[in-house]
Every structure is written in structure tokens, then in C-alpha cells.
């Protein structure tokens, strides 16, 4: 039972265009929501994060947005760059770090010159 | 300022074998989480060690086990391997206190055969 879900495998998008990647969640306890980029090879990197008391959150051209009633979180990018081309993982913890985080399969991330 | 280290990068070993993974956490972080990712799938939280304590445990059987140093650095250990072993073993540190950012290292490719 998945309990972080991303329902989209890929994702292409243009250079200088807006991605926006989604991400869906059953488990009401939790209480924070983070944002990874993968590349091949290497670790995931921890880009954004958000806690269930705020509905939106920015860091340069990323923003994330928390929607608790659907259970339901975004990341935008924007503008897209070619390096931005990666595989993004939505995660989520209850409040106090119990049972680590939980991830979703990823999506991936395809940025078009 | 290092960030998360795993050693090795690269591991091959035997159904039956045991093996070990070792993972220096980013300076002045404390706990240590350790993940499991397969292959299309997002990583799985193994188990997390604190104070040299395991604190929090994910849906693993007892054949994989955990060290955490006074200096905060940590091992994992599987024993009797199996080939659905085979994964990427991700390891991130944080802040006790600040659990919802876990920074990546870049992880150790293990191969069952």
C-alpha cells in the first residue's frame, strides 16, 4: 500500500516553461513534505521542504505548495533549465521523524532545449 | 564542510554472504537513516540510530542490523544475503531535532549473485 504516490512516470517539458511535478498522499499523520533530485549516480539532494501548518513555500525557482484537504503536493519550477533534468522524489515524515521518510517512486524529469 | 560519505561505492557479493556499509555523516549532524532503494522505486527507510541507539524501524527483517559510532558515523549490516538484496543502500544524516532535513550520500551499489 503505497502510501506517497507519483502518478506520473515522466515528464517533458520546455526549456524556460513552468514544470510542475505532483504528488498524492494517504496518511493524515503526516506532518512534513520534502522535495529530492536525483541524478544518476549519485544521492538524492534535498531541494525544498514544507510543513503541514503552510500551504506554500519558495525558494528561488522553486516553489511547493501544500494542499492538506486533498492530500495533495506540487513542485514548480520556474523557468525550467537543462539542468534541471532529473528524477524528483516527493517524500513525507509524520511529525517528530518516527518511521523516517516515506517516498514515492519519482518522477522523471525531462527538460527540452 | 564534507557531506554524507558511503563506502564502498561498489559491492558484489554471494547469496549467503554478509556484508558491511559504512557512512560518515555531514559534520555536526548526529542521527543517521539508512534507505533501500530498488531499482523504479523510490527508497525505503531501513532504520534510523541515534545516541548509538536504533530509534526507529522500517519493515526489514532482522537480517539487516545496525551500528552507530561515537562519533556518529554508522554501519549496516545484512546478513545472509539474498538476491532481492540487490539495491542501492542509501544512507542520510540530520539533526535529531530537525529529522525532516536529511541530506543523501550518494549511496553503495550492492550486487547479489
Known amino acids: 500500500d503505497q502510501q506517497v504516490k507519483q502518478n506520473s512516470p515522466s515528464l517533458s517539458v520546455q526549456e524556460g516553461r513552468i514544470s510542475i511535478l505532483n504528488c498524492d498522499y494517504t496518511n493524515s499523520m503526516f506532518d512534513y513534505f520534502l522535495w529530492y533530485k536525483k541524478y544518476p549516480a549519485e544521492g538524492p539532494t534535498f531541494l525544498i521542504s514544507i510543513s503541514s501548518i503552510k500551504d506554500k513555500n519558495e525558494d528561488g525557482r522553486f516553489t511547493v505548495f501544500l494542499n492538506k484537504s486533498a492530500k495533495h503536493l506540487s513542485l514548480h519550477i520556474v523557468p525550467s533549465q537543462p539542468g534541471d533534468s532529473a528524477v524528483y522524489f516527493c517524500a513525507a515524515m509524520p511529525g517528530g521523524g518516527a518511521d523516517g521518510l516515506t517516498f514515492g517512486k519519482g518522477t522523471h524529469l525531462i527538460i527540452q532545449p | 564542510d564534507a557531506g554524507v560519505t558511503q563506502s564502498p561505492t561498489h559491492l558484489i557479493k554471494t547469496r549467503g554472504q554478509q556484508v558491511t556499509l559504512r557512512c560518515s555523516p555531514k559534520s555536526g549532524h548526529d542521527t543517521v537513516s539508512w534507505y533501500q532503494q530498488a531499482l523504479g522505486q523510490g527508497p525505503q527507510f531501513i532504520f534510523q540510530?541515534?545516541?548509538?541507539?536504533?530509534?526507529q524501524r522500517g519493515n526489514f527483517p532482522d537480517r539487516f542490523s545496525g551500528h552507530q559510532f561515537p562519533n556518529y558515523s554508522s554501519e549496516l549490516n545484512v546478513n545472509a544475503l539474498l538476491l532481492g538484496d540487490s539495491a542501492l543502500y542509501l544512507c542520510a544524516s540530520s539533526f535529531k531535532w530537525t529529522l525532516y532535513e536529511q541530506y543523501f550520500g550518494p549511496g553503495t551499489r550492492l550486487t547479489v549473485t
Open positions: 540510530y541515534y545516541e548509538e541507539e536504533e530509534r
